[in-house]
């Protein structure tokens, strides 16, 4: 069983950075992708940011120019950078691998609150 354990979240203001993190328990390569979704309270879970093996990337328009996420091989973590984030930011960040073949795992979210 893959385990993926998110960090990085927290409180900050509008305008700010934060950097998440997701550590898998197992070669990142062997994920077709992995990326991120979040949820904020009463909306339904949604896509972030998807990186790929074969070194795509897909950053959801909302995000576009604020997001970008990378991926670290040696470390089997994926990273979320987010820059100039704004209210509308805050929502618990889930981590997400994709083998692509089988079911997809999740971590357990890491909340992100944007407030001034």
């Known amino acids: 069983q893959v385990q993926l354990v998110e960090s990085g979240g927290g409180l900050v203001q509008p305008g700010g950075s934060l950097r998440l993190s997701c550590a898998a328990s197992?070669?990142?390569?062997?994920?077709?992708?992995m990326g991120w979704y979040r949820q904020a309270p009463g909306k339904q879970r949604e896509f972030v940011a998807l990186?790929?093996?074969?070194?795509?990337?897909n950053i959801a328009d909302s995000v576009k120019g604020r997001f970008t996420i990378s991926r670290d091989g040696a470390k089997n973590t994926v990273y979320l950078h987010m820059n100039g984030l704004k209210l509308e930011d805050t929502a618990v960040y889930y981590c997400?691998?994709?083998?692509?073949?089988?079911?997809?795992?999740w971590g357990q979210g890491t909340q992100v609150t944007v407030s001034s």
């Open positions: 197992a070669s990142i390569s062997s994920f077709n992708a």
């Open positions: 990186a790929f093996r074969d070194s795509r990337i």
């Open positions: 997400n691998a994709s083998p692509g073949s089988t079911a997809d795992y």
